[in-house]
């Protein structure tokens, strides 16, 4: 299992419409990806722009390959972009046994 950390931040005011919209994408697109397990969101206290979405995956080609480099990917920035205030910066970890 690999851990996708994605820190995404929004424009000022648009919390609501980019909580519904993450939520819905991470259902009807990421969910139907293979190797895709679970997913957890969260919003910063100190910036309540910031969000830190945590994606676990079986392998780290399901994230890199089968999703970014599949047909959902395009669909899935189609709904992220509108509220990016920056470029969200991904990476990736492995459990420390």
């Known amino acids: 299992m690999i851990v996708e950390f ?3 931040r ?3 005011g648009e919390n609501a419409s980019f909580e519904d919209a993450i939520q ?3 259902s009807n697109l990421i969910g139907r990806v293979q190797g ?13 722009e910031r969000y830190m ?8 080609e399901d994230h890199t390959v089968k999703f970014r480099q599949g ?6 920035l189609a709904v992220i972009r509108p509220f990016a205030a ?7 970890f492995a459990p420390v046994p």
């Open 36 to 48: 895709f397990q679970s997913y957890q969101i969260h919003r910063g206290i100190e910036s309540p």
């Open 24 to 26: 819905q994408a991470i």
């Open 71 to 76: 047909p959902l990917y395009a669909e899935w």
């Open 10 to 12: 929004i424009r000022p």
């Open 6 to 8: 994605v820190d995404i």
């Open 86 to 92: 920056a470029q969200p910066n991904v990476e990736h």
């Open 53 to 60: 979405l945590q994606a676990c995956w079986d392998t780290l």
